[in-house]
């Protein structure tokens, strides 16, 4: 009788084991299922959408009116950031397709910057449309490549998910098909010459300076480089600080410094030339507050005093927690210079510094000259919505959505409960942004 029940027992726990096999196998070749079917449907889709941007830049070159200009630029950029969310859903991050990314964004840049302008009083000129008649015939070519892959895959049922397998063991065999497509892809957009954009239009939206090289000074030292730390952060010289060299693919030269003390872990960039820190974190646990946010905020401008930042002004302060943050920016006879920002952290236990972020400072201080405004403050205030009561009024520069520093008259006004921060090109008298401020975010109890 016993052997029986061992017997149905162990038959039992075979068919167990081997039911929890299948379904996970089956799970599995789920998960697999739905991945393969993403990477399909986001390859057919980058595939149709570059046809579809090809098909449209013909188009423009036929348009002659604004009417119909600016609206087809526009969907040439819609579609253009379309490709790009197919190109970062499909296993490509193992191989090199930051070339025929970065075509795509001149595209869509080129596309956004002329449809935003006024073409009827700056139309098209003719390096522009040159411009155009080469991406229509460079897209050709990106749009035949991926046709071809596009027909291989579909022919011999060919799986993205080899494609990542072979990637992540780099194992990337010479008969696979679609590695070898994308090579091929990028390697005819590489040789496209940049000259062939043409137009100052084409400027990328991206940083214009990412190498801070408006900053001056001379080459600082390891040891320099360290002494700017412990100054931040308080920490005497007896305790070893670790200091590695930027990398030779820098966009520019730093040292990152750290050091520790206990629980306390402080770390900094600074740039080798000038000696100018980057960021800068203290970890450590912030006990409970003892200090008011005024009394962080003055302990903030008495540090940028310290350390050599002038004409900054604070613009922004808020308290998550027991840490202040705060943000300054440059103030130039009146006029605020928003690029220029540089944002702290106060820990409220003891008033100690304990964050700073002056990466936005580097990249856009230098010396300006502030040119007269062609309209003067009514008139910007005209342009605002006439329910808008106005409670500030001043001149700032910002970075508008093409990227170029414009000075503007800015309103801080309230509509309804809400508040506003509205933007009017003092030149054009155009509105260049709105934002909402916000409020102190509500604190939502669970409702039992």
Not at 151 to 166: G, K, P, Q, T
Not at 358 to 376: C, F, G, Q, V, W
Request: aromatic share 8%; net charge negative; proline share 2%.
């Amino acid at each position: 009788m016993l052997r029986v029940i061992l017997i149905t027992v162990l038959v039992l726990g075979v068919a167990g084991t081997a039911f929890w096999g299948y379904q996970e196998h089956q799970e599995k070749n789920a998960i697999l299922i739905n991945a393969e079917n993403n990477y399909q449907r986001a390859f057919h889709e980058l595939t149709y959408q570059v046809d579809l941007v090809h098909d449209k830049i013909g188009s423009t070159l036929a348009m002659n009116s604004r009417k119909s200009l600016s609206p087809a630029l526009a969907d040439i950029w819609r579609l253009t950031s379309q490709a790009h969310s197919d190109v970062g859903q499909l296993p490509l991050t193992l191989l090199p397709f930051n070339k025929t990314e970065e075509f795509l964004s001149n595209i869509g840049d080129f596309s956004y910057r002329v449809a935003v302008r006024d073409l009827d009083k700056n139309p098209l000129t003719d390096k522009e449309y040159k411009s155009l008649e080469n991406l229509y015939e460079q897209s050709a070519d990106i749009q035949n490549q991926l046709r071809k892959v596009q027909h291989l895959v579909m022919e011999n049922n060919l799986r993205w998910m080899d494609v990542e397998l072979a990637l992540a063991s780099g194992n990337e065999q010479a008969d696979n098909t679609i590695i070898d497509g994308f090579k091929t892809v990028e390697k005819n957009v590489s040789g496209y010459d940049e000259a062939n954009f043409g137009s100052t239009t084409f400027v990328n939206t991206e940083k214009k300076d990412r190498n801070f090289q408006k900053i001056k000074g001379e080459e600082i030292s390891k040891d320099e480089a360290v002494s700017i730390l412990r100054k931040y952060s308080g920490i005497s010289e007896k305790i070893d600080a670790k200091v590695t060299k930027s990398g030779k693919g820098s966009d520019y030269k730093f040292y990152s410094v750290t050091v520790e003390k206990g629980k306390t872990h402080a770390s900094m960039d600074v740039t080798q030339k000038g000696g100018y820190p980057i960021w800068y974190i203290n970890n450590r646990e912030v006990q409970k507050a003892k200090i008011s946010l005024n009394k962080a905020a003055e302990k903030a401008t008495a540090f940028l005093k310290d350390n050599d930042f002038s004409n900054l002004e604070l613009f922004e302060s808020a308290q998550y927690d027991n840490i202040g943050i705060f943000t300054y920016v440059t103030v130039l006879d009146g006029v605020r210079i928003y690029p220029d920002s540089v944002k702290i952290k106060v820990a409220l236990d003891n008033g100690q510094i304990v964050g700073f972020a002056a990466e936005e400072y580097l990249k856009n201080n230098h010396d300006r000259e502030i040119a007269e405004p062609s309209i003067t403050q009514e008139q910007a205030k005209e342009t605002t919505n006439p329910n808008l009561k106005v409670m500030e009024e001043r001149q700032s520069v910002i970075v508008n959505d093409l990227n170029e520093e414009v000075l503007c008259y800015e309103f801080l006004g309230m509509l309804g409960k809400d508040t506003f921060r509205i933007f009017i090109n003092a030149n054009t008298g155009e509105e260049e942004k709105v934002e909402k401020l916000r409020k102190a975010e509500p604190i939502y109890e669970e409702v039992v």
